[in-house]
């Protein structure tokens, strides 16, 4: 679409074109009513920081563990006592208080401390486990390298060279696999489990079945699940080495340190592996497998099964989880080429997926997922809407469920490409569910709304801001209650989520709006958005207080925000960021102006008139734009930008510009 569409903003007069010798833009159009969604974002904000203190103050010790005093039995649990402060140094890059970030920081060291004690970590990381928990665990390191790369790189990349050193006895160059579905620093841990059996239980049975299925009862069975071999010798020997789809989500970790220090050695694993199960997919007829033999073979250990591998297609969760690990793994390579085809094997593994949905109220589904969907769907858990199967085993698929926003959205935010766009509104037009309907739930993966986010987006619910905002004030006052019910119990191991249940730091709809962003894929995946910003005058990463901010359109050819400073007296200056890790180019800025100060009237006046709002245009060249905000005054910016054309790294507008050219994106949709 033509950048100078004139829809896209109000005012009369053509803009002026001007070439300043540095990007920076004023604000000059009053404040005189302020927006309902800046006055509900900024009480987000103050509502926010006060939860956070309180959770800490309840729920953690003075070095910032989490109050518990029993021991961990099995290998689950290292991510649930990360995950309870995933998102707190991410509030902090939006805009937080100025100390969140040191007391996200001491949350991290204080539960690492307590993990090492528990013997769950070894040299501050997890001794092995399965990425769908690994990647949970990781997300707050992220974040923490994306606010203090200079304090969190060095065990970033200690962690990443795990993976990328083969003496580390995770990786195989020769066979290109990941060598065990658990692995992490200790390589003495092997296997799915330390006992005889799989912890396996009774409820989780039911839910999800044996994962080898297929394989007959032994004889002398049945057998209880403490007894069964399936659940021993044969996961032990078929499913407890060799490489899963579940390990993908390890790129994410070696693209962290890639964008850290740019070092190719981290590129170049990225493209090996994740070109592996590219190939992998391409020869499994688009569907990407679940399972590698040690040698490189898929289903080298499953009697030729491209299904069936730890955390796969058939056992517990499907594409749950295999889908956010592949397109973990795929946007880390297509980030670090700039070749958008590694995202085919996730998008030719949906479009297989939603071939094969099945139009159905939820009621009569065989989902494996009850509670998820109880909660999202409400009411309309009676409306018939397609549900796609999320698993497959010698019967076929099976498991269906309605199709879960965050891949799909994901892949269309990355690329802007028209066939992710049309997959999405294929989505939507075939649902039997309007996507402009807002539920108020807040699940742990803290992230859910994204088909209203895209109705917003697409024009149809000029609404969603101030009911998204207020949806996340619902959420967060909720969970104070939780917090008040719980912050005095001796939290027996088996319910160590109640410290997830209970956090109250809700980010997604900030990400939404400030960002323009999808809130993060939760499986280890790194921060998607088109805008981020930074405090010039506090000279840190956010929002300066009192300043608000509405991304209403990401396409790259105008990308439209509109920041509000709503102090009477305070002038901001915020520095608009083009990306999560200043990726995009803002080559063109066009923006509202008022220059005639009129409408104030003259001194006996008893009102004002309409200001008159002009647009101002100029040419830029840059990932960072400077925009001053004297006191209450707001500006709306259409930016075009380009895509992926800077290398990825977590600088910042005050340090000093630096860094190699961008990879080559030929071939780029943008």
């Given at each position: ?437 807002l539920r108020p739930f807040r699940a742990k993966e ?77 499986n280890g995946g790194l921060q998607q958005a088109r ?95 400077t925009v001053r905000l004297p006191a209450s005054t ?37």
């Amino acid at each position: 679409m033509p950048f100078s569409s004139s829809d896209r903003m109000s005012g009369e007069d053509a803009p002026d074109l001007v070439r300043p010798t540095a990007p920076e833009v004023q604000a000059r159009v009053p404040v005189l009513e302020p927006p309902g969604w800046a006055v509900a974002q900024r009480a987000l904000f103050d509502l926010l920081d006060h939860s956070w203190r309180r959770f800490a103050r309840d729920f953690t010790g003075p070095d910032g563990r989490l109050n518990y005093t029993a021991p961990l039995t099995t290998r689950d649990g290292v991510d649930d006592f990360y995950e309870v402060f995933f998102n707190w140094p991410q509030l902090y890059l939006l805009g937080g208080a100025d100390d969140l970030l040191p007391a996200s920081e001491k949350h991290w060291e204080g539960v690492t401390r307590q993990l090492t004690e528990l013997d769950m970590l070894r040299d501050e990381f997890e001794r092995g486990y399965d990425w769908f928990h690994q990647g949970e665990s990781l997300l707050l390191l992220y974040f923490l390298c994306m606010a203090a790369p200079e304090r969190w790189s060095e065990r970033a990349l200690r962690f990443a060279e795990l993976y990328v050193d083969p003496a580390k006895g995770n990786y195989d160059p020769e066979h290109r696999v990941i060598t065990h579905p658990h692995n992490g620093s200790d390589p003495e841990r092997t296997g799915l489990f330390d006992g005889d059996v799989y912890p396996w239980l009774q409820k989780e049975a039911d839910t999800y079945g044996f994962p080898l299925e297929w394989i007959p009862e032994a004889e002398g069975g049945p057998f209880p699940l403490d007894a069964d071999p399936r659940l021993g010798d044969q996961m032990r020997d078929r499913m407890g080495v060799g490489d899963t789809a579940l390990n993908l989500a390890a790129a994410g970790l070696v693209l962290n340190a890639w964008i850290l220090t740019g070092e190719e050695r981290y590129r170049d694993w990225i493209v090996e592996y994740v070109g592996a199960w590219r190939e992998r997919t391409e020869a499994n007829g688009g569907l990407i497998p679940d399972n590698v033999s040690p040698d490189g073979v898929v289903g080298g250990l499953l009697e030729g099964r491209w299904y069936g591998g730890h955390y796969g297609w058939s056992w517990p969760h499907g594409w749950h989880s295999v889908g956010h690990a592949a397109t973990v793994a795929a946007l880390a390579a297509a980030t670090v080429t700039g070749d958008d085809d590694y995202l085919s094997m996730v998008a030719t593994s949906l479009d297989t997926l939603i071939g094969h949905s099945k139009v159905m109220p939820h009621t009569e589904a065989d989902s494996s997922l009850p509670s998820k969907w109880a909660v999202e769907l409400g009411p309309d858990i009676h409306t018939p809407t397609p549900h796609l199967p999320f698993r497959h085993n010698d019967s076929g698929w099976f498991d269906h469920n309605p199709a879960t926003p965050p891949v799909p959205v994901a892949l269309w935010h990355h690329t802007a490409s028209d066939a992710d766009r049309a997959r999405l509104e294929g989505l939507r037009e075939a649902d039997g569910i309007d996507w402009r309907t807002l539920r108020p739930f807040r699940a742990k993966e803290e992230s859910g709304h994204e088909k209203a986010w895209f109705a917003f987006l697409a024009g149809d619910d000029p609404g969603y801001p101030e009911r998204i905002l207020a949806t996340a004030q619902a959420q967060i006052r909720h969970r104070l209650r939780r917090i008040d019910r719980y912050r005095d119990l001796d939290v027996p191991e088996a319910d160590i989520h109640v410290w997830q249940q209970s956090n109250p730091v809700a980010t997604e709809a900030l990400v939404q709006l400030t960002w323009g962003g999808p809130q993060v894929l939760y499986n280890g995946g790194l921060q998607q958005a088109r805008l981020r910003y930074h405090d010039a005058e506090a000279r840190r990463a956010g929002l300066p207080p009192d300043v608000a901010a509405l991304v209403t359109s990401i396409d790259p050819e105008a990308t439209t925000v509109e920041l509000v400073n709503l102090s009477p007296e305070a002038d901001r200056t915020v520095i608009v960021q083009a990306g999560a890790f200043a990726e995009h180019t803002i080559t063109a800025v066009r923006h509202t102006t008022c220059e005639d100060d009129t409408w104030i009237g003259d001194m006996y006046d008893y009102g004002h008139t309409e200001p008159v709002v002009t647009e101002s245009e100029q040419v830029c060249d840059s990932a960072f734009l400077t925009v001053r905000l004297p006191a209450s005054t707001r500006i709306k910016l259409v930016l075009r930008l380009g895509l992926r054309t800077n290398t990825p790294s977590y600088r910042t507008p005050f340090d000093t510009p630096a860094g190699p050219p961008a990879p080559d994106t030929e071939g780029e949709t943008a």
